[in-house]
């Protein structure tokens, strides 16, 4: 059982390249989320979704894209990557409500903009 | 606002001994508090968590604890081990807002 699975483990991007964070899981749950990790603040909620076709805001939503076609499937884009966004990218599931129940994560994405 | 605070950010500790981190938060609407642990290189685990219609959650060695009144939750390892090294999180719904992180170090 492979849980939440996320590639590439590392990627280094130039400032102004566009990219795609993948995610997928096979627990088929319906809340899937991405998270950053930064030194000293913690994960901070991206985007989440709560089912196929539908997506939402977290807190730190901006220079960042998703979409969910699929239960399975989860991609995170950067448009136009950034210094600032360099950081430990997590993508997270969970059944039910996922506010109220485990998240399960995956390993996790460096990615490091110069 | 929806911030939790975390305390301490970094926890040494003699093998063996106890070691307790502490949470704060100040939505009242939350109702679940789990608790993550990360080891290098992976993404963090639930460890335990707690729902507000209890006070005290046991699981061997760690427990958590609520005060729903004071807004406040805490991690309590007993006998510390040293594969209890980890940095750990805590959070707290709606959104799952999470802590800054403890890093915990256990010295044997």
């Known amino acids: 059982n492979a849980g939440v699975t996320q590639t590439p483990k590392f990627q280094v991007l130039k400032t102004g390249q566009s990219m795609t964070l993948q995610c997928a899981q096979d627990m088929n749950h319906e809340y899937m989320s991405w998270y950053r990790q930064d030194p000293g603040m913690g994960l901070r909620l991206i985007h989440y979704?709560?089912?196929?076709?539908?997506?939402d805001q977290g807190e730190v939503p901006n220079g960042y894209n998703v979409s969910r076609s699929t239960t399975e499937d989860f991609p995170l884009r950067l448009l136009s990557a950034a210094p600032s966004q360099t950081s430990v990218y997590f993508c997270a599931s969970s059944s039910g409500t996922a506010y109220n129940s485990p998240l399960h994560f995956g390993n996790g994405t460096r990615l490091t903009v110069t | 606002g929806e911030n939790v605070e975390q305390h301490p950010s970094t926890l040494s500790v003699q093998e063996g001994d106890s070691a307790v981190i502490k949470c704060t938060y100040s939505?009242?609407?939350?109702?679940?508090f789990p608790w993550y642990k990360q080891e290098l290189g992976k993404g963090p685990q639930l460890i335990i968590d707690i729902r507000s219609n209890v006070g005290e959650k046991k699981d061997q060695r760690i427990a958590v604890t609520l005060n729903k009144t004071a807004k406040h939750f805490s991690l309590h390892i007993t006998e510390t081990q040293p594969e209890d090294s980890a940095v750990y999180f805590c959070?707290?719904?709606?959104?799952?807002?999470f802590g800054a992180g403890t890093i915990l170090r256990v010295k044997s």
């Open positions: 959070a707290r719904g709606n959104k799952l807002v």
């Open positions: 939505d009242s609407a939350s109702n679940y």
């Open positions: 979704s709560v089912g196929a076709g539908i997506t």
